[in-house]
């Protein structure tokens, strides 16, 4: 059988593109006439601080009425309270210490070298840690510790500036 020729039946039409929409005159008008009518109203706007300002730098000779006298008190709280320059001392007794001592630990390593990075970021906050290592049923452990402290606010206080410092990971025990 002889190929067959599709060429010369009929060409595939070229699609004509869509029409343009025609031009908005009317939008483009509406938006210029907003554009120069703000422009005027600067314009306005910008001649009256200049009026103002003119009204203004003229020098004006006036005298100057006194201030009057301060109205009576109609409440008798200002003679009675008591002078606010006095200060009143009072006596705190000291916390009584239950005995007690608290360390915080900041993190627990199996290598020294882990741990020696830990106590060096604690150092530049200012704050003392030891390392203390211990032996125990899963190995040997590094342990990064703070303290001991008398009080659990002086633990907190340290706790809150190392949280500051972007260590979350130290718990008081």
Same mark, same amino acid.
């Given at each position: 059988?002889?190929?067959?020729?599709?060429?010369?039946?009929?060409?595939?039409?070229?699609?004509?593109?869509?029409?343009?929409?025609?031009?908005?005159?009317?939008?483009?008008?509406?938006?210029?006439?907003?554009?120069?009518?703000?422009?005027?109203?600067?314009?306005?706007?910008?001649?009256?601080?200049?009026?103002?300002?003119?009204?203004? %730098?003229?020098?004006?000779?006036?005298?100057?009425?006194?201030?009057?006298?301060?109205?009576?008190?109609?409440?008798?709280?200002?003679?009675?309270?008591?002078?606010?320059?006095?200060?009143?001392?009072?006596?705190?007794?000291?916390?009584?210490?239950?005995?007690?001592?608290?360390?915080?630990?900041?993190?627990?390593?199996?290598?020294?070298?882990?741990?020696?990075?830990?106590?060096?970021?604690?150092?530049?906050?200012?704050?003392? %840690?030891?390392?203390?290592?211990?032996?125990?049923?899963?190995?040997?452990?590094?342990?990064?510790?703070?303290?001991?402290?008398?009080?659990?606010?002086?633990?907190?206080?340290?706790?809150?500036?190392?949280?500051?410092?972007?260590?979350?990971?130290?718990?008081?025990?």
């Amino acid at each position: 059988m002889a190929p067959k020729d599709y060429v010369g039946r009929g060409q595939a039409k070229k699609a004509q593109p869509p029409p343009r929409p025609p031009f908005p005159w009317i939008r483009t008008i509406i938006t210029l006439l907003l554009v120069v009518g703000f422009a005027v109203f600067l314009w306005f706007i910008r001649d009256e601080k200049k009026d103002e300002v003119e009204l203004q %730098s003229q020098p004006t000779v006036k005298e100057v009425e006194p201030l009057p006298d301060p109205p009576k008190e109609k409440w008798e709280f200002m003679k009675i309270l008591p002078d606010p320059n006095n200060t009143v001392e009072v006596d705190v007794p000291d916390a009584p210490n239950s005995g007690k001592t608290y360390v915080m630990q900041c993190g627990s390593f199996r290598t020294v070298a882990q741990a020696e990075e830990m106590r060096a970021k604690i150092a530049f906050q200012g704050l003392e %840690s030891q390392v203390k290592t211990s032996d125990g049923q899963n190995g040997k452990w590094h342990r990064v510790v703070l303290g001991p402290y008398d009080s659990k606010r002086n633990a907190e206080r340290d706790r809150h500036k190392l949280q500051r410092a972007g260590m979350t990971t130290c718990r008081i025990w």
